[in-house]
């Protein structure tokens, strides 16, 4: 089946032209940071006109919830590092959270990487979930967040903390508890994912 294969800055075309011989792609999305815009334009117009592949350019923060949402816009997408790049680390979290597979470059194309399939959805109940979704809108007290998602304190502390076999939302660190309680970075991304 077809990727869209979803490339951070690269200065070796032929280690990304070896891996399209290797991956079936339909499609390259370039990721850029601001500073490497020009690199990744020339790169891009290098490999739309000669291997007449579409390309895009997507340029990102350092937000790894970024990254999921972006994933979510493309049919069968998979990471593929070629050069180190900062950018990476915030591709790879992404990738694991969203089930993205991940490829790296070896000089003869694209290997797959064995990375862990977190599905955190899967991990957590379904009132965890409306928590995170209750605190993407900013951080928020205990007893605050129990009123919105119509919730005793206890309960809503053992969501948070967890015991037995369920996991708590602050031992995943999907959350930040303190004197409010807000997502995490992880937090924002599983949301997003």
């Known amino acids: 089946m077809p990727n869209t294969q979803i490339v951070a800055v690269s200065k070796s075309k032929d280690a990304l032209r070896a891996s399209l011989q290797r991956v079936p792609t339909t499609k390259i999305v370039f990721i850029s940071s601001p500073s490497t815009v020009k690199d990744v334009i020339e790169l891009r117009n290098f490999f739309s006109i000669e291997l007449k592949i579409p390309t ?70 379904d009132v965890q979930v409306e928590i995170l979704e209750e605190l993407q809108e900013g951080p928020l007290s205990l007893l605050e967040l129990a009123e919105r998602i119509d919730c005793d304190e206890s309960m809503l502390y053992y969501y948070l903390h967890g015991k037995n076999s369920l996991k708590g939302l602050v031992n995943l660190g999907l959350v930040k508890d303190g004197d409010q309680i807000e997502l995490s970075e992880t937090g924002r991304a599983v949301v997003s994912s």
Do not use: W
């Open 56 to 125: 895009e350019i997507r340029t990102l923060g350092t937000k790894t919830e970024e990254a999921c949402r972006m994933f979510k816009e493309f049919e069968n997408p998979i990471l593929h590092l070629i050069d180190h790049d900062y950018v990476n680390y915030m591709l790879v979290n992404a990738a694991v959270i969203s089930g993205v597979p991940v490829y790296f470059s070896n000089g003869r194309g694209a290997e797959r990487i064995s990375t862990p399939e977190i599905k955190f959805k899967e991990l957590i109940s």
